[in-house]
């Protein structure tokens, strides 16, 4: 109860914080200072979060974090305050916005906890460690590696943990559904703002986490059609393990869900997915939290106030997507030099300059906040400066030629634009929103006339993403990673519903109608996908690598370990989940090192000592996987047992050993 107290009170600051904040610094609807002032007091507490965990113990930057943008608030609230501080508390508050935030972030909840999908032998890890206060994080599985990754979800969940005493797979969860449905929110106030419709809005909420691509269209197409294309796709990963396009349609899709319905193949994307789906990832929830923000703000700004409002979202932006960092950058460069080339001037609007110092403000942060823009920078700089120094980095770049162009889809592989089957398959995995297209470019060009720079810079950077359709990524991150700069995909979902609503809203009842026969097409995929993980919802799942067993050794053992220690673990991700404390293990999350391939075979503590490790955690599963030699050899008196869980029903265990006088 205390805990629970404590997390509502922790909240109450930053959101409070953030409300005062958004009336200060822009001039927003009072429908939509609420939200929006959740949605900057969230952000603006875990980019604080994350600078003061680099100089001062978790815990106390953790509270630290929301007092700083409660004083905040405050400080731009100052005139205000000093006319009548009970001014201060005067807020709408929309009993209707309130019950749809709450509803959101329980069902959205709900369904992650009984799903343990996408990423989380990587963001579990990387919550637990961030919770013990390795702020920036090192590679879970190699602690000798930087692991610049966009942590600021699993900041957030790590702030949950520790301030709320939530396991960290509940608090990954809770990060995930209070961003997703925020983002949410936001998206369907822009809406309203630009058609003036509330039911705009929430038809556009409805399509932005539903919507998607309509492989699942494919089901329609005649058997001979489906023969031929085969051979035109080279499917990526366990999706190759398919013998048939056929087949594959109407197989599960080849992800641990943990829900009791599998996923049909046809209805998963691996080009236009449903955020539904993509909210589980370790990014794309607070993604659209700032985005949804600077939509709303970007305009709309007071004085310096909103100034450095944005250039703190946007060096939050750095370290939740890198990539809608960089994108954002270019945009706003191809913007400049549309502006200079058609007006035959380098004197560009206050406006837009005002764009490229709060840029390059944000930019500057971001090449020491944390995150894969630091790691690369300093990544360079070593390599320049101190090559002898320089510390491995997790993530690598790179870049080649690609031809013919192609469309990259995470799980069809590269379709080529000149293959007609390829094409073909290109677009059932966009969807029929690709339509569309040319009513979002003219509704671009009207933004740019309006010299509202920042939906023209997002803008024009999707259409021009085009380019990277003749670019192949070659990074450690794998090809996959360039699927997030194919910003065209997300045009198609964003501005599905204004678009049309502004162009159909006169039209006639069958346009209307076809319209609406339109956006059904593209939120079917998605209901089917929610609702397939609906049925987890009953039943929480506390990971696919771990059970109860293990949430019981980390009620005992959490952060208790000596700092430096390192754990043998047959499991790797495991032992930083449940004791925030590295294992060495890997190269890459997939590939294991060759003497941790050895040391598993045949665990024998001496040699597990030689290598490095203090500590050895085992199960049941990989303890009878040994030989009868091999567990002989295992037991020695140099090992000492620290703590042991067992199952109540059946021979399941868990056993810590010390194995530090193994010598």
């Not at 942060?365 to 823009?373: M, N, P, R």
């Not at 101190?386 to 592989?413: K, M």
Request: net charge neutral; hydrophobic share 50%; glycine share 8%.
């Amino acid at each position: 109860m205390k805990e629970t107290l404590l997390l509502l009170l922790w909240i109450a600051l930053w959101s409070l914080g953030g409300v005062w904040i958004v009336r200060s610094a822009f001039n927003l609807r009072p429908n939509e200072q609420f939200i929006a002032g959740i949605g900057v007091g969230l952000i603006f507490e875990n980019w604080v979060a994350n600078l003061a965990g680099q100089l001062f113990p978790e815990l106390f930057a953790f509270w630290l974090a929301p007092i700083i943008v409660l004083l905040t608030g405050l400080v731009f609230s100052w005139q205000t305050l000093r006319k009548d501080w009970r001014s201060l508390f005067c807020f709408r508050l929309n009993p209707l916005q309130i019950a749809l935030l709450l509803g959101l972030v329980y069902v959205f909840f709900m369904v992650g906890r009984g799903l343990a999908i996408l990423d989380d032998y990587q963001n579990l890890p990387v919550t637990s460690l961030l919770a013990a206060g390795e702020i920036p994080p090192r590679f879970a599985l190699d602690p000798a590696v930087s692991f610049n990754y966009h942590y600021l979800v699993l900041l957030f969940s790590a702030q949950l943990m520790r301030v709320g005493g939530i396991y960290p797979w509940l608090a990954l969860d809770l990060a995930r559904a209070i961003g997703f449905s925020i983002g949410l929110m936001l998206t369907g106030l822009y809406v309203q703002r630009i058609t003036w419709s509330k039911m705009a809005g929430v038809v556009a909420g409805v399509v932005a986490a539903f919507g998607g691509g309509t492989r699942w269209l494919m089901l329609l197409l005649p058997g001979r059609i489906l023969d031929r294309m085969a051979p035109h796709l080279q499917m990526l990963g366990a999706y190759a393990n398919f013998s048939d396009l056929s087949q594959a349609l109407v197989s599960g899709f080849p992800v641990d869900t943990g829900a009791r319905w599998d996923i049909p193949f046809a209805y998963a994307n691996g080009l236009n997915g449903v955020s539904v789906w993509g909210y589980h990832s370790g990014h794309t929830a607070f993604t659209a939290v700032i985005i949804g923000i600077l939509f709303l703000t970007h305009n709309r700004q007071r004085e310096w106030y909103g100034g450095v409002v944005t250039a703190i979202l946007l060096a939050g932006l750095a370290l939740v997507s890198e990539v809608a960092f960089t994108t954002l950058v270019v945009g706003l460069v191809l913007i400049a030099l549309i502006y200079a080339i058609q007006h035959k001037s380098l004197r560009l609007p206050a406006s837009l300059w005002s764009w490229f110092w709060v840029v390059a403000a944000a930019g500057v942060v971001s090449l020491f906040q944390g995150g894969v823009i630091t790691g690369v920078v300093v990544s360079k700089l070593g390599e320049i400066f101190n090559p002898a120094q320089v510390t491995a980095s997790y993530f690598t770049g790179g870049f080649s030629l690609l031809w013919p162009p192609a469309v990259l889809s995470g799980h069809l592989g590269f379709l080529e634009i000149t293959d007609p089957y390829q094409l073909l398959a290109i677009l059932f995995e966009v969807g029929p929103t690709i339509i569309i297209l040319p009513l979002v470019a003219i509704w671009a060009v009207k933004t740019y006339r309006w010299g509202r720079w920042y939906e023209a810079a997002v803008f024009i950077y999707a259409f021009l993403s085009c380019v990277l359709f003749f670019v192949r990524y070659d990074g450690s991150a794998g090809p996959t990673a360039l699927i997030r700069a194919q910003n065209f995909t997300g045009l198609t979902i964003t501005w599905a519903v204004p678009v049309l609503w502004l162009w159909g809203r006169k039209r006639s009842d069958t346009i209307k109608t076809l319209i609406a026969a339109l956006l059904l097409l593209t939120i079917y995929g998605g209901m089917v996908v929610f609702g397939a993980g609906l049925t987890a919802a009953r039943e929480p799942l506390v990971g696919t690598f771990m059970n109860d067993l293990d949430a019981r050794m980390l009620d005992r053992y959490w952060d208790q370990l000596p700092q430096d220690a390192l754990i043998f673990d047959p499991s790797p991700s495991r032992a930083p989940t449940v004791f925030a404390r590295y294992t060495d293990s890997h190269l890459t999350w997939y590939v294991e090192k060759p003497q941790w391939q050895e040391l598993k075979t045949v665990p024998e503590p001496y040699a597990l000592h030689r290598a490095g490790f203090d500590y050895v955690y085992l199960d049941h599963a990989y303890w009878t996987s040994l030989s009868q030699v091999d567990q002989e050899v295992f037991v020695d008196e140099c090992m000492t047992l620290v703590a042991e869980e067992n199952a109540k029903h059946g021979d399941d265990f868990r056993r810590l050993l010390d194995i530090r006088s193994c010598q």
